[in-house]
T-cell receptor, first 113, second 111 residues
Framework: NAGVTQTPKFQVLKTGQSMTLQCAQD?????MYWYRQDPGMGLRLIYYSASEGTTDKGEVPNGYNVSRLNKREFSLRLESAAPSQTSVYFCASSLGDRDYEQYFGPGTRLTVT | GQQLNQSPQSMFIQEGEDVSMNCTSS?????WLWYKQEPGEGPVLLIALYKAGELTSNGRLTAQFGITRKDSFLNISASIPSDVGIYFC???????????FGTGTRLKVLA
């Protein structure tokens, strides 16, 4: 039982490049989330998926898109990376969107030069 | 946007000491959660609180849901070196189910 897994662990992009961050959970959770964490700050919600087939914007959605591929997988895409998107990205899941106990992956450290 | 303010921002304590930290908001919360994040890792859930006034323990950790519903407190008793990390409060403000996270309290334990 791996919990929440994220790939890649590290990534360096040039400004304007695109990439997709992958997240999968094996806990049969319905809801999944993407956060970013900047140095010295808490986590901020980018997008979330309350259930398979639905997605919604969080606090900082600009510059990102998401896909809930199936119940297990939730990907985050940067279409044209900018230096302001340099951050650590965390994926999380919970049983449901009214179940506030979230379980986090290990993070993807992204640098945009 | 809404904010959760945590204090202190950082603490250096001796092993064996007790630790207290708190989290305050201008909004009412129906649920408070406390997470710990170690370097290079994602946050790990420590304690969840669901009712005003609730006091819940998890080993040496005790958390309380403030009666005003605008604050929460976390205490760690008899700290040990592995308590090092950043402690975050989090939760959905009343009327929404979108999480917000506090600014974090960074704890360092001196052996």
């Amino acid at each position: 039982n791996a919990g929440v897994t994220q790939t890649p662990k590290f990534q360096v992009l040039k400004t304007g490049q695109s990439m997709t961050l992958q997240c999968a959970q094996d806990m049969n959770h319905n809801s999944m989330y993407w956060y970013r964490q900047d140095p010295g700050m808490g986590l901020r919600l980018i997008y979330y998926s309350a259930s398979e087939g639905t997605t919604d914007k969080g606090e900082v959605p600009n510059g990102y898109n998401v896909s809930r591929l199936n119940k297990r997988e939730f990907s985050l895409r940067l279409e044209s990376a900018a230096p302001s998107q340099t951050s650590v990205y965390f994926c999380a899941s919970s049983l449901g969107d009214r179940d506030y106990e979230q379980y986090f992956g290990p993070g993807t450290r992204l640098t945009v030069t | 946007g809404q904010q959760l303010n945590q204090s202190p921002q950082s603490m250096f304590i001796q092993e064996g000491e007790d630790v207290s930290m708190n989290c305050t908001s201008s909004s009412i919360f129906n649920t408070w959660l406390w997470y710990k994040q170690e370097p290079g890792e994602g946050p790990v859930l420590l304690i969840a609180l669901y009712k005003a006034g609730e006091l819940t323990s998890n080993g040496r950790l005790t958390a309380q849901f403030g009666i005003t519903r605008k604050d929460s407190f976390l205490n760690i008793s008899a700290s040990i070196p592995s308590d090092v990390g950043i402690y975050f409060c989090a939760g959905p403000p009343s009327g929404t189910y979108k999480y917000i996270f506090g600014t974090g309290t960074r704890l360092k334990v001196l052996a």
